[in-house]
């Protein structure tokens, strides 16, 4: 049978005084043989404290006697949900529920904050988390996570999508983060596999829309005429990464010790930790030899500012050259998949090429096979 757990106010026992003669006060958890101590941030002189309670002799005393009753309260509310999800509440669960939000009636943002914002996930992503949990406050103030069903997610849905107008992606994407949270939820113990209310949900998969340059663009782009040297060195910084096929992460860190040799380019991918050996005398002709010529060294390429500001100069850009097609960084490295692929590369080489660490992302999204290629591979099988 489980013995309740006893909660007692007292002062630390460490007997530490700060500079104005007060002591911490804690809540202690006690059970037979288990014992522990939850932080309340109260600090009172020993004189002003007695019995549990703060005495009348601190002018705060009301104030901060019902601040320790609703942290008792809470703690055993947690101790209620955990016997309800038939778990055995220690005083170290309980506490640590308390400390990390990781209990049922925690907010979507509580829970977010203790989940995502130790973990090592990157800033950009964690932004999407954020915002993730601005949405759902907007859509149901004080949403907690016991709440979350299949009503809910499919009401959220049609709210994305009815009233705040948002496109099919942004709610694939937000509803992605939600299951990510729902997901971390069960493998601590705080929903059940049964509650996973995604189970009947799906979640819509958009094909992005993956473009690419051809050869004759490239060459388009090279020769174009544009009004100042901000505009050259992107262009130019751009048709690197175009023949190398390196992510703008990997690009912006480039400096001459990447280079080996005057020919090959080593570095290790930012986004994957694979390593790169791609010889620069080789692809397209030496044509990223002549990029790097042209400002002297690989540091003075690399440095054109950030990735809006670049971003949309490649829109400038193309409009300057008369291209139709949308410009942006990544789609360099679309393009130099595509090419590679046109050349007759197999697919293990321009996975070698890019730096993935599997094949089908290589075939998936970088390396599109076109009609022409299909074409010319017919009249190859039926001259």
């Not at 049978?1 to 003669?21: A, E, F, K, P």
């Not at 990390?100 to 907010?107: D, L, N, P």
């Not at 751009?238 to 992460?249: A, I, K, Q, V």
């Not at 490649?314 to 300057?320: K, V």
Request: net charge positive; glycine share 4%.
């Amino acid at each position: 049978m489980l013995t309740s757990i006893q909660y007692n106010i007292r002062l630390s026992r460490n007997g530490y005084v700060d500079r104005h003669g007060q002591r911490l006060v804690v809540v202690e958890l006690y059970q037979p043989g288990q014992r522990r101590t939850l932080n309340t941030r109260i600090h009172v002189s020993p004189a002003d404290f007695h019995g549990g309670r703060i005495q009348p002799s601190h002018p705060d005393h009301d104030l901060l006697n019902r601040q320790l009753r609703r942290i008792i309260r809470r703690l055993m509310e947690l101790e209620d949900e955990m016997l309800d999800a038939r778990q055995e509440p220690t005083p170290q669960r309980v506490a640590d529920a308390y400390r990390h939000h990781q209990t049922r009636s925690a907010t979507i943002a509580e829970w977010a904050q203790a989940v995502i914002a130790p973990s090592g996930r990157k800033r950009v992503t964690k932004d999407c988390y954020h915002t993730l949990c601005r949405s759902l406050e907007l859509f149901q103030p004080r949403l907690c996570i016991r709440d979350i069903n299949h009503d809910i997610l499919v009401r959220f849905q049609d709210w994305m999508r009815n009233e705040r107008h948002l496109c099919d992606n942004t709610i694939s994407l937000r509803l992605k983060a939600l299951r990510c949270l729902v997901s971390e939820a069960i493998k601590r113990d705080i929903l059940r596999p049964d509650e996973d209310p995604f189970r009947h949900i799906r979640i819509p998969e958009i094909k992005a829309r993956r473009e690419h340059l051809t050869e004759q663009e490239l060459q388009v782009l090279e020769s174009a005429v544009l009004p100042n040297s901000h505009l050259c060195h992107v262009r130019d910084a751009f048709l690197f990464c175009c023949y190398t096929g390196l992510r703008w992460s990997d690009f912006r860190r480039l400096t001459s010790a990447n280079l080996q040799s005057p020919t090959l380019l080593v570095l290790r991918q930012q986004k994957t930790g694979q390593p790169l050996h791609i010889p620069l005398d080789t692809l397209w002709n030496g044509r990223p030899l002549l990029l790097i010529q042209r400002y002297n060294t690989l540091d003075r390429l690399a440095a054109i500012g950030s990735n809006t500001r670049c971003n949309r100069a490649l829109r400038h850009i193309a409009h300057l050259a008369g291209l139709s097609k949308h410009l942006h960084w990544h789609l360099a490295r679309h393009t130099c998949g595509t090419l590679l692929n046109q050349r007759g590369l197999r697919m293990q080489e321009i996975q070698y090429i890019l730096g993935h660490q599997r094949q089908s992302t290589t075939e998936r999204h970088y390396a599109e096979t076109l009609y022409s290629q299909v074409l010319h591979s017919l009249q190859q099988a039926f001259p």
